[in-house]
């Protein structure tokens, strides 16, 4: 596994938002959100392959690990460059809207995006022909390595909204409840025809942009810890525990279920084949034309071939 994007301090903004969307809708991720495909309904082994790229992942080896998803849980694909996701959102939501289609579609991004051209084009478009589009800003302080600061000169980044008469919200993007109803209220209104909206929410990268990343090159460790004090997952245990609905046992047991399965599922990622040569050119033409015949005969030859190590 050489590469991977991770969510911790965002976990109540991207996981209690998900939750919030009804299974008719969807969501069109950033990158950070593998937790909510896993809350979607894919099995963790499914994440896993992908992470490897091996035979099973149903991208079958052809995305960078993180870079999932999952027709079955109205999952699209992640796209990688900065903001293609959200025009791709909106002609989503557009067409949805068409075919009258009570649904309603988030789309996920970082606060950097909104510097993008597809912000512009697509809180457009959303806004005149009243697409039933939510968009979900995580504003988690960083762009990699350029601060939020450094992104706008407005207030706040929902005020980006009001440009092009999307209604804006901002919400503690670390209080998994706030979070659950903020976007509940919006997919519902969005899917009853009342337009898109947008939803900024507040919170904290505690890792680095990704694993090539080390943060400690730009930010410092009292800013940090500031964040730390604020954990989202700790927050919403220490509520549980508050209202005698979890323990330390169901924590304790919690995390060993977890660990199990996890290895489990690594363990299984592991021995599993990499993809076939073949596979690269299957999956676009319902009649495979003669060049690309030709190109797969001369890879199966050549020298990445199993055969040929």
Wanted: include cysteine; charge should be negative.
């Amino acid at each position: 596994m050489g590469f991977h994007i991770g969510s911790a301090g965002e976990e109540a903004a991207i996981v209690a938002s998900a939750a919030a969307m009804r299974e008719v809708d969807w969501i069109f991720p950033c990158y950070r959100e593998f937790g909510a495909l896993l809350w979607r309904g894919m099995p963790l082994q499914g994440y896993i392959d992908n992470m490897y790229g091996n035979s099973n992942d149903s991208c079958r080896g052809r995305q960078m690990p993180d870079h999932y998803s999952g027709k079955p849980y109205r999952f699209a694909s992640v796209s990688s460059p900065i903001g293609t996701q959200l025009p791709q959102a909106v002609g989503f939501s557009w067409a949805a809207k068409l075919k009258d289609e009570k649904i309603a579609v988030a789309v996920y991004l970082g606060e950097g995006a909104t510097s993008s051209a597809d912000f512009h084009t697509a809180m457009n478009f959303a806004g005149v022909f009243q697409t039933p589009t939510v968009f979900l800003i995580r504003n988690n302080g960083w762009a990699i390595s350029v601060p939020a600061s450094h992104q706008t000169a407005a207030k706040s980044f929902a005020d980006k909204g009001a440009a092009y008469g999307v209604p804006a919200v901002r919400v503690d993007g670390n209080d998994a409840l706030a979070v659950y109803k903020t976007v509940k209220a919006a997919a519902e209104e969005a899917a009853a025809g009342e337009g898109s909206k947008l939803i900024e929410m507040l919170t904290y990268r505690m890792s680095g942009h990704s694993t090539s990343d080390d943060p400690r090159a730009y930010r410092s460790e009292q800013e940090v810890e500031a964040w730390q004090q604020k954990d989202p997952i700790v927050r919403l245990r220490k509520y549980l525990e508050s209202n005698q609905a979890w323990s330390e046992k169901d924590e304790s047991d919690c995390v060993e279920q977890l660990r199990t399965e996890l290895k489990a599922c690594i363990k299984k990622a592991e021995e599993s084949e990499r993809p076939s040569i073949a596979s690269m050119f299957e999956d676009v033409y319902r009649e495979k034309p003669w060049h690309l015949k030709e190109q797969q005969r001369q890879a199966e030859q050549g020298p990445r071939h199993k055969a040929n190590h």
